[in-house]
């Protein structure tokens, strides 16, 4: 059946159409502004931290000459003068002749890792419930131990790091510590979150027959966010990987300190090995606790 | 007459309330084993990390 739209008399239709055209105006406008805004913002930073496009320019081609030359062995190789300047792949066991030693240090970064993410994960899970509007009325308290927990997030780790190899020396310990701390605020503002969306009819149900708050929290909340926690902790074991393995850049223990001094004193083929096997063993956390979390949240979502 | 709480009617019949949610009380061997076996890993790990790292009391 044939429709027809009703068309608006001119004298209706066009202070519509006058305000219609002014709101479009006003819109473009405050966009254009904020563009302008974030492009004026981003010179001036630019200019105050002396960034140079042309020195970028001017010298991008010894980045890449630095790839080339980790690329290669250089003429340092013990006994094996016929191997410098050849790619290093064609002689693995030259490339990784450290492969024990830095085997051992790379075990210790995962440790280091694993250790900073538990600690990390329960002291998140002690705090977070502390925070959530939906289970603690007490403003003081949820205000305190959120600031606590922003404290520690905020201030990235290898300040942490720095302070603790100063307080404890040098060794994993501060690293460990350093990692937890960290994973601490971000878990725990992460776990709130979880804990501010569950659904509180089961709370208030274990509530009603008689539930004191740690048995409300331990048999209605936990088991509404369990999974979610430790989809978060596993997220968090990725990431503390990483971190640990620059921690030693400080000195607190793994495989950045070997990387460190290998950058330090120029053996371009040690760096590109412990590159390698940093690159790997991240790459392969990042499956396992990939497909973890994964099985997880399928597990979460046909609950 | 004397009047229960929900708490203490549950108490009083568990069997039934054990009965009535068995996924809650009866969780299969499998799972449970697979959990402790997790916790006890986990837990195995983290006293390999703060012995092989050097935590001492």
Known sequence: MPTSLPRLEPHRLTPLADAYAVAVRRKRLATLTLVGAIIAAAILSAIATEVRPGVFTDRIDEFFSYFGRIAVFDASVPNRPDLAGRPVLVEPSEWFWGLDKWSVLLADTLLIAYLGTVLGAVSGFLLCFATTHNLVRRTWLRVLVKRFLEFARTVPEIVFALIFVVAFGLGPIPGVLALAIHSMGALGKQFSEVVENIDMKPVEGVTAAGATWAEAVRFAVVPQVLSNFVSYTLLRFEINVRSAAVMGFVGAGGIGQDLVEAIRKFYYTDVSAILVLIILTVMVIDLVTERLRHALIGREERA | ?57
């Open chain 2, 1 to 57: 007459m004397t009047v229960l709480t929900l708490r203490e009617r549950a108490l009083a019949d568990r069997a039934g309330l054990a009965a009535r949610h068995p996924e809650v009380f009866r969780v299969p061997l499998r799972r449970r084993a697979l959990t402790v076996g997790v916790l006890v890993a986990m837990a195995a790990v983290l006293v390999l990390g703060l012995w092989r790292l050097g935590f001492s009391p």
